[in-house]
């Protein structure tokens, strides 16, 4: 029989206080608050973007995907920000004591999301509920004061760029759940990238100081692009040709087996993307930074004309967008 | 039948929007993260305490005490410290689209708190669960650099006390359980102060100077005086008298219908009240100091000898604690 953990005391000091030791204001989980004392010059930046087992996970993913994938999504908000992770702290709620074993696993996932991101566990509780696992993080990010990159900043005329490629996530999300899907159109290697992107997301960290000296405005695409593309252009409208649209090689290999995986790049969301304006007088310093940043972006269209996003096929025919994101509580 | 939220949309710009307009740094929740800028020579402190129904509080409380409650106890972490609540982020998770009258009622628990706090909601997070409404509240308060009260800094002969009194709320909730409970013992007056102590706690925000002018170490009572005198005393001991503790007028008439009632002051838990030790040669000054903030605080005793937190009666007898403190995972 798997062992469970006994307490709280062993939950908090076995497996999450060794995630504090680089953080002295987490005062190794043994107070009730943690510390941030803000280098002088700077802001903080807050994401908090829980997480839940049958919305945002599987209750039998791997503990350490879990995890990772907790921590990404808030830290991709961050940098879409223009900031630096700094911190973070975690809120779990167990349906019930978890397994040594699993609480260890999830513990290497958060170790390995702060290598990768460069934060620290500051501070959280554990506690019991009813209900189905819940992971609640409040990232913590810092940047130089004033530099702030916000969500509705953008001006007509801006060009619109998005980083790395787009729909893999809902893929890997349609593979979780049949992995059958686009039979021989997929190669094993296919399939392992596109899982990975669901499971294991890479918020683009090289990106924020481009985008505090260069962006207009930016957020992150996790709601699918149509979405966030429409929150970006706010009251200016946008078009974007569907040849535009990056896609990995993965992804254009199941494009070619069913012409609605296009839906997935624009509509699937979880992409943890980077989708940013930049001013025309910006654009030349922007490609020489982008370029020494190693990121791969690409433009979209310029901000312009009337309210509204609209996607263009090849023959330049206006195409229909069923989904337009997701919305916990619509009934649409 | 009572109107649900139609989208994300309502719930967000309607009910929890209006409470972000001090907060600047909150961009009306229309960005992705929260923007906070310290004011220099001044640290940060942040407490994540969520509350879940059944765990925390009854599905059936009204909606605006569940609100005043869930950032009643993550500011009584503030206070503890010796910070100033400043903002809070909100995360909540749904088991269906809430009723338009509940999420209005909520908002305004929401708005009272922080009126009474003095702090402003500037993020956070609106999910869909499968299990019980849950509340994460991500607090976040500010102090003068290197103020910080610490859990850990009490020093032996360090006089020890707590403000307010004790076990009010251990009672309210057994009252929230049994509205006859203790009979004609309590009047109506006193069955509604103390459910009103269970309901709605009063973090002692006017403590906050003297803590960190005075105070050596300091926690909020919210897992039961027992456990958290415990903590308080690390390496130390303490003896209290049964005679010393603080008890509130109605928690007295059930003390004298039920001896069995002092359990509740000793392990009860819920008592946002803050215990704190004071080095002997501050004594003066802190008496001073806390007769002008005007806040009841009550000498348990004096930190000494061996570990052990030992509760004596009034014939000198070491009395048995059944129960130490509240713990979401043991087995005991």
Redesign the interface.
């Known amino acids: 029989v798997a062992r469970r953990?006994?307490?709280?005391?062993e939950?908090i000091q076995t497996y999450l206080a060794p995630l504090t030791r680089a953080a002295p204001g987490a005062?190794g989980l043994?107070?009730?608050?943690?510390?941030?004392?803000?280098e002088?010059g700077?802001?903080?930046?807050?994401?908090?973007?829980?997480v839940?087992a049958?919305?945002h996970f599987f209750e039998t993913d791997r503990a350490d995907d879990i995890a990772w994938k907790a921590i990404a999504v808030n830290v991709s908000?961050?940098v879409?920000?223009g900031?630096e992770p700094l911190a973070y702290?975690?809120?779990l709620?167990?349906?019930a004591?978890p397994e040594a074993a699993w609480m260890a696993e999830f513990a290497r996932g958060l170790a390995s999301a702060q290598a990768a991101f460069g934060c620290h566990l500051?501070?959280?509780?554990?506690?019991?509920?009813?209900?189905?696992l819940?992971i609640?993080v409040?990232a913590?990010?810092v940047l130089p004061?004033g530099s702030?990159v916000?969500?509705?900043g953008a001006k007509a005329g801006d060009h619109v760029f998005v980083t790395g490629t787009l729909g893999d996530s809902a893929l890997g999300l349609a593979l979780h759940r049949d992995p059958s899907l686009y039979g021989s159109a997929l190669t094993d290697g296919d399939r392992s990238f596109l899982l990975g992107r669901y499971l294991r997301p890479s918020p683009r960290l090289a990106m924020t100081s481009v985008l505090r000296a260069y962006a207009s405005a930016a957020?992150?695409v996790?709601d699918g692009l149509a979405k966030d593309l429409a929150r970006l252009a706010g009251g200016r409208g946008i078009r974007v040709s569907l040849a535009a649209l990056p896609l990995s090689p993965p992804a254009r290999a199941a494009l070619a087996a069913n012409p609605r995986v296009i839906g997935a790049a624009i509509s699937g969301g979880d992409d943890y993307e980077v989708l940013f304006a930049v001013a025309p007088d910006q654009l030349a310093d922007f490609e020489k930074a982008v370029a020494l940043a190693a990121v791969a972006t690409t433009r979209l269209g310029v901000l312009n004309g009337p309210p509204g996003v609209v996607f263009i096929d090849s023959e330049g025919q206006q195409v229909e967008i069923a989904a337009t994101g997701y919305?916990?509580?619509?009934?649409a």
């Open positions: 953990i006994q307490n709280e005391t939950l005062f043994n107070d009730d608050a943690a510390l941030i004392a803000p002088p700077t802001d903080l930046v807050l994401s908090t973007d829980p839940v049958g919305v908000d961050l879409a920000k900031a702290t975690l809120a709620a167990f349906p004591a500051i501070g959280g509780d554990t506690d019991r509920t009813s209900g189905p819940s609640g409040t913590i990010g004061r702030f916000p969500r509705h957020l992150d996790s919305d916990h509580f619509g009934t």
